[in-house]
T-cell receptor
């Protein structure tokens, strides 16, 4: 069974600090990887995703993530955070079959709450 | 972008009551819908997956008679928590997707259920 582990439950930063949120997954095959963000009082939104190709993926709002297959990791980064980045971030994984079609269920990590102080 | 509307956002009711939560896709056809449950400081746990017009597929450990799911149309799915008890108190989130598994899932705002 697949699983996802996010290293930090709560990260607190000042504006302009750099951010890296850890995500490791456990799965025996090919995967699609996702980062979702949930702003206070809002629904989950897709931040970025990796399906194939360049392992460095750029998403919305200046976020990026790097897929390192050998480490089963998909860490989220942002060089300079803003107060508006305060939210909860979820890493998720889904299996992919030999034809490149995703299958099975989307499995989420525990989430990391990011608090950015002005 | 695609919008999923979930209603109600919050419900408080007495033990033994049945509660219905609605999930609607507003601008796309939701062939597949997912229901999640989230406990504090924990991950979203998939409860069940439903395809329009078919019976829902429940995850292991989820009681199908307790959590009734109906997905009768391409824009609406409902989750009914029957005879709810305090241990059913949680945050329930629905998600909807088009017919292809590679398509993105769009999430509702969630429903905070509190059973007294």
């Amino acid at each position: 069974a697949q699983s996802v582990s996010q290293h930090n439950h709560h990260v607190i930063l000042s504006e302009a600090a750099s951010l890296e949120l850890g995500c490791n997954y456990s799965y025996g095959g090919t995967v699609n990887l996702f980062w979702y963000v949930q702003y206070p009082g809002q629904h989950l939104q897709l931040l970025l995703k990796y399906f194939s190709g360049d392992p460095l993926v750029k998403g919305i709002k200046g976020f990026e993530a790097e897929f390192i297959k050998s480490k089963f990791s998909f860490n989220l980064r942002k060089p300079s955070v803003q107060w508006s980045d305060t939210a909860e971030y979820f890493c998720a994984v889904k299996g992919v079959d030999a034809g490149g079609t995703s299958y099975g269920k989307l499995t989420f990590g525990q989430g990391t709450i990011l608090t950015v102080h002005p | 972008g695609a919008v999923v509307s979930q209603h109600p956002s919050r419900v408080i009711c007495k033990s033994g009551t049945s509660v219905k939560i609605e999930c609607r896709s507003l601008d796309f056809q939701a062939t597949t819908m997912f229901w999640y449950r989230q406990f504090p400081k924990q991950s979203l746990m998939l409860m069940a997956t439903s395809n329009e017009g078919s019976k829902a597929t429940y995850e292991q450990g989820v009681e199908k008679d307790k959590f009734l799911i109906n997905h009768a149309s391409l824009t609406l799915s409902t989750l009914t928590v029957t005879s709810a008890h305090p241990e059913d108190s949680s945050f329930y989130i629905c998600s909807a997707r088009g017919p292809h598994s590679n398509q993105p899932q769009h999430f509702g705002d969630g429903t905070r259920l509190s059973i007294l």
